[in-house]
């Protein structure tokens, strides 16, 4: 399916974003793992998590839908082998985060996906787990098909490489059934989902900043206990309504209810910094995170350079940066971000394509990019390959709307695994998308 968007008027009203997908993939697997019957409400039911909801059914979860985004879960205290592969289709989180829970229970399970998932990185995940006494065997260069054989595992003292909330988490999981104390350090500090939802299932971690970098730590033999989750919306969507809002002129929108954890809003903090008019109100609690709504409206924005160390807290945020920076006056360098080339696709360079295509002017760099705009509309008209990945297909469609022409995008489809009706949504604040 292809999409358009077109210039249009500016953006109003209120709405609330999707759910967060990483809390409702933690909030499905955590109760499978519980003893007992948990309930997950706002859970965001695209394709990446019903993915995930599907693998816990396998592993012997009993799920029911209850009402529209609502799920009660019935755990065993423990996950117990499938009869067939289970097949993650592109939840790059699910299938990451199922590692780490299979390897702490004396099981075998082979993990795979589509195309796009069977292409990303999974030695990363893996050798931490193999350290642990995971035994696996999966595709060449670490690439699904993966099996694993899990149980007997030993607690593990594991500093992260890379920044990654997907290792940190499925060393955590694992750890829950390892004998002794698992330690993680973060020399950057990464989401914090796992930790706190761990916390909510009743689980004992203890954490603290260290020389070394932030120290994560969690005792093998806990039992999780049943739970309730209410998933608050995602700032990683609602990025895509507020940086429309922030190019098209006269626009003013407000988002409820969005996820506020300060190791997910850098974006915001980057967004403030080019000078956009962002404020938050009704800010509160609600299940272990803070959520409130976000008040948006058109701003000339500056190029910035980016600070390297802020992007853990934004690194989906990147392609939708890039479209914000191809409106603003002067350079915006986003460097650091490496991680981008490993997504659901070779993100980097995707828009960096995408964007010349469109008239902007784009440095491609190993580790980033840099975007060089004079504030005016960059001229679009361009038909853009995303390769099937959502968030660079949406981020296209978001420069459509303030650019001088339409922009289109070759596959809209796989928007579906984050921002289910996307173009609908948009559509009712006023854009032009079909």
């Given at each position: 399916?292809?999409?358009?968007?077109?210039?249009?008027g500016?953006?109003?009203?209120?709405?609330?974003?999707?759910?967060?997908?990483?809390?409702?993939?933690?909030?499905l697997?955590?109760?499978?793992?519980?003893?007992?019957?948990?309930?997950?409400?706002?859970?965001?039911?695209g394709?990446?998590v019903?993915?995930?909801?599907?693998?816990?059914?396998?592993?012997?979860?009993?799920?029911?839908?209850?009402?529209?985004?609502?799920?009660?879960?019935?755990?065993?205290?423990?996950?117990a082998?499938?009869?067939?592969?289970?097949?993650?289709?592109?939840?790059?989180?699910?299938?990451?985060?199922?590692?780490?829970?299979?390897?702490?229970?004396?099981?075998?399970?082979?993990?795979?996906?589509?195309?796009?998932?069977?292409?990303?990185?999974?030695?990363?995940?893996?050798?931490?787990?193999?350290?642990?006494?995971?035994?696996?065997?999966?595709?060449?260069?670490?690439?699904?098909p993966?099996?694993?054989?899990?149980?007997?595992?030993?607690?593990?003292?594991?500093?992260?490489?890379?920044?990654?909330?997907?290792?940190?988490?499925?060393?955590?999981?694992?750890?829950?059934?390892?004998?002794?104390?698992?330690?993680?350090?973060?020399?950057?500090?990464?989401?914090?989902?796992?930790e706190?939802?761990?916390?909510?299932?009743?689980?004992?971690?203890?954490?603290?900043?260290?020389?070394?970098?932030?120290?994560?730590?969690?005792?093998?033999?806990?039992?999780?206990s049943?739970?309730?989750?209410?998933?608050?919306?995602?700032?990683s969507?609602?990025?895509?309504?507020?940086?429309?809002?922030?190019?098209?002129?006269?626009?003013?929108i407000?988002l409820?209810?969005?996820?506020?954890?300060?190791l997910?809003?850098?974006?915001?903090?980057?967004?403030?910094?080019?000078?956009?008019?962002?404020?938050?109100?009704?800010?509160?609690?609600?299940?272990?995170e803070?959520?409130?709504?976000?008040?948006?409206?058109?701003?000339?924005?500056?190029?910035?350079?980016v600070?390297?160390?802020?992007?853990?807290?934004?690194?989906?945020?990147?392609?939708i940066?890039?479209?914000?920076?191809?409106?603003?006056?002067?350079?915006?360098?986003?460097?650091?971000?490496?991680?981008?080339?490993?997504?659901?696709?070779?993100?980097?360079?995707?828009?960096?394509?995408?964007?010349?295509?469109?008239?902007?002017?784009?440095?491609?760099?190993?580790?980033?990019?840099?975007?060089?705009?004079?504030?005016?509309?960059?001229?679009?008209?361009?038909?853009?390959?995303?390769?099937?990945?959502?968030r660079?297909?949406?981020?296209?469609?978001?420069?459509?709307?303030?650019?001088?022409?339409?922009?289109?995008?070759?596959?809209?489809?796989?928007?579906?695994?984050?921002?289910?009706?996307?173009?609908?949504?948009?559509?009712?604040?006023?854009?032009?998308?079909?």
């Amino acid at each position: 399916m292809q999409l358009e968007a077109r210039p249009a008027g500016p953006l109003t009203g209120v709405a609330r974003p999707p759910s967060d997908k990483s809390i409702s993939h933690r909030a499905l697997l955590l109760a499978a793992m519980a003893d007992g019957v948990s309930q997950a409400d706002q859970i965001l039911e695209g394709a990446d998590v019903l993915a995930t909801a599907a693998a816990v059914r396998a592993l012997g979860a009993d799920l029911d839908r209850t009402g529209e985004d609502c799920w009660r879960i019935r755990g065993r205290g423990r996950l117990a082998a499938p009869r067939d592969d289970i097949d993650c289709g592109n939840a790059g989180t699910g299938v990451r985060l199922l590692m780490g829970a299979i390897a702490g229970y004396p099981i075998r399970a082979t993990l795979t996906g589509d195309a796009s998932l069977r292409r990303r990185p999974m030695r990363r995940v893996l050798d931490p787990l193999m350290q642990m006494g995971v035994r696996a065997v999966c595709a060449d260069g670490g690439r699904l098909p993966a099996t694993l054989d899990g149980g007997g595992l030993s607690a593990i003292a594991y500093t992260l490489p890379v920044a990654s909330a997907q290792v940190k988490s499925a060393i955590l999981l694992a750890g829950l059934n390892a004998e002794g104390l698992t330690e993680i350090i973060e020399p950057e500090r990464t989401r914090d989902h796992t930790e706190r939802m761990l916390q909510g299932f009743g689980a004992r971690l203890e954490g603290g900043e260290t020389p070394a970098g932030w120290r994560i730590a969690i005792a093998g033999g806990q039992r999780l206990s049943p739970a309730h989750i209410r998933a608050p919306a995602d700032p990683s969507s609602a990025a895509f309504p507020i940086v429309a809002a922030l190019i098209t002129p006269g626009s003013h929108i407000r988002l409820t209810g969005v996820l506020l954890n300060p190791l997910r809003t850098g974006l915001f903090e980057t967004l403030r910094d080019m000078g956009a008019d962002l404020r938050i109100e009704n800010e509160r609690a609600e299940t272990g995170e803070t959520i409130g709504d976000v008040i948006v409206s058109h701003s000339p924005l500056r190029g910035v350079v980016v600070p390297p160390e802020r992007a853990p807290s934004m690194i989906d945020e990147y392609p939708i940066l890039a479209v914000a920076a191809a409106f603003a006056s002067g350079e915006t360098i986003m460097r650091g971000v490496g991680e981008m080339r490993v997504k659901e696709s070779d993100r980097i360079a995707l828009m960096t394509q995408g964007l010349r295509a469109c008239g902007v002017a784009v440095e491609e760099e190993a580790d980033g990019f840099i975007v060089t705009a004079d504030g005016t509309p960059p001229p679009g008209g361009a038909r853009v390959a995303t390769t099937g990945d959502h968030r660079i297909a949406m981020a296209h469609l978001v420069l459509g709307l303030a650019a001088r022409a339409p922009v289109k995008v070759d596959e809209a489809d796989m928007i579906d695994t984050s921002f289910p009706a996307f173009a609908a949504f948009m559509r009712r604040l006023g854009a032009d998308i079909s």
